[in-house]
């Protein structure tokens, strides 16, 4: 069984910068893709950026292009978001989660394994 562990998040002001890191523990051979989704209060999950295992392709959803990015750690079995240029709207609960056969996916249904989610709150 693969656990998925979410840390760093917290607080920042708009313009600024935040981390935050999943690790992955168990079985991680069969994870083809990691992902981030977020949620904000009273609003649907939404993707964020994915990282494709094999060959560390990326994915963003355009809300986020050009100021966050995703790097995977094959060898630590992590994956993290460093997000740069924050908004207020980027505040919400962001999510690690992984998916156990190919293919990389914008919506939360095609994730199998899921972390607790960490808190971002962006302050105008």
């Known amino acids: 069984q693969v656990e998925l562990v979410e840390s760093g998040g917290g607080m920042a002001q708009a313009g600024g910068s935040l981390r935050v890191s999943c690790a992955a523990s168990g079985l991680i051979v069969n994870v083809y893709t990691m992902a981030w989704f977020r949620q904000a209060p009273g609003k649907e999950r939404e993707f964020v950026a994915a990282?494709?295992?094999?060959?560390?392709?990326?994915y963003y959803a355009n809300s986020v292009k050009g100021r966050f990015t995703i790097s995977g750690d094959n060898a630590k079995n992590t994956v993290s978001l460093q997000m740069n240029s924050l908004k207020p709207e980027d505040t919400a609960v962001y999510y690690c989660t992984a998916r156990r056969s190919p293919g990389v996916f914008m919506t939360t249904n095609f994730y199998e394994l899921w972390g607790q989610g960490t808190q971002v709150t962006v302050s105008s």
């Open positions: 990282v494709r295992r094999s060959d560390g392709s990326q």
